[in-house]
């Protein structure tokens, strides 16, 4: 078998930084994108990967070593192929191959771990995290005993053994929340009181279950955008008595084409229309300034049983409604086996999210950034509605719009929900 040289890969403006940490040693078996080593800067903390799966046979550097790009980490005895050299920094799980963290839309891995003001954060990489976080470790209440405060793994398997005996006890088991968990939440959010911590298996049987790839995936990203952008929701409602009349008998029609004429399929249509006429609606912030895009690409929110995907319909605005039709079901099928590529997830200008096969009202849609507008529209119903002279039975499909009120104000949005609804009322009105 050959021997090896791991080398410190491509890390960016990261030079001259600290080895903090050592997360191998000689005689264990790493395999290819395995972190080695963490590393520091004075403003964040980065795990280096293996570019080889193999033995390690000899370290090369030792703790407080200093490494740039190419600076020769270990030897190992290699074994398989090596991997494509990227640093990951990331708290992201690892099992799962760089191909496939990519594949879910909404992907926006933190790049690096920002180190926390001395005394605020417990101190501990991403690798330490995440092994906190299997075993349920409460990390702000574990002693670092490495350098500069930081918590080891050793710190983490201490602190587990002392709960295993009984010698400690976690603010849960003590009914209070953590000092430092306190003053953590304290500081983003002044005033905010430390998240629940609950001993659930306390008040009846209980079963842990691992969020799905895609959950923890996209729930970041949601989160993300909620906490981030100034959402605002507008409902509305559009009378589709005659469009659903319209797609009954052209699915007739079609019967033997195989293709079913979906509602979304013309929400998507007379998104397009409404964006063309609105076209903040399908901008992206950038600094200062807004990006309008030329193009109408429109995402839909597709329910697999691992959770919320986005796949895109690209230039939304030269294909018609069969062909929308045709694609949509393509890519939902896709969604629900888990086949989508990255492609099929990117480009997205706007979204719409329907519930409308589901039930429900209205609803609060999160936006899907860099977008900033998305439509949720949940299931038809027929209403009275008056026409001047009597009250007449019409279907009437809620509309709920979010937009991002640092680009959009309530008046757009309230215009945009108004012409979306005049073109499902009569597409003729898109021609005008
Ligand atoms: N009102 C009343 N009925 C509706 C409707 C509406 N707005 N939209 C669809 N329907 C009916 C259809 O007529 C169809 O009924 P039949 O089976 O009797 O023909 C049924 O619901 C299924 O509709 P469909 O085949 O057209 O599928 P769809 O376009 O509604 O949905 C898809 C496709 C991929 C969007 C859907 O499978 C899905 O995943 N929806 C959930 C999206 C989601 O989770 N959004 C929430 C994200 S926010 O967290």
Redesign the pocket.
Known sequence: MALLEVKVPDIGDFKDVEVIELLVKPGDRVKAEQSLVTVESDKAAMEIPSSHAGVVKELRIALGDKVSEGTLLLVVEAEGEPAPAAPSASEAPREASPAAERSVPTAALPAVESAAPAGALPHASPSIRKFARELGVPLAEVRGSGPKGRITQADVQDFVKGVVAGSVQTAAQRGSAPPVAAAVAGQAFPGLLPWPQVDFAKFGPIERKDLSRIKRISGAN?HRNWVLIPHVTNHDDADITDLEAFRVQTNRENEKSGV?V???AFLIKAAVAALQRFPDFSASLDGDQIVLKQYFHIG?????PSG?VVPVIKDADRKGVLQISQE?SEL?RK?REGKLSPAEMSGGCFSI??????GGRY?T??INAPEVAIL?????NIEPRWDGTQFAPRLI?PLSLSWDHRVIDGASAARFNAYLAQILADFRRVLL
């Not at 839909?300 to 697999?304: G, P, S």
């Not at 949720?376 to 038809?380: E, K, W």
Request: aromatic share 6%; hydrophobic share 55%; proline share 3%.
């Open positions: 949601l079913k979906t509602m979304l839909f929110a597709a329910d697999t919320l949509m939902a969604a999210s329907s519930l409308g096969g589901i609803f849609p999160i949720g529209v949940c299931r038809s499909l």
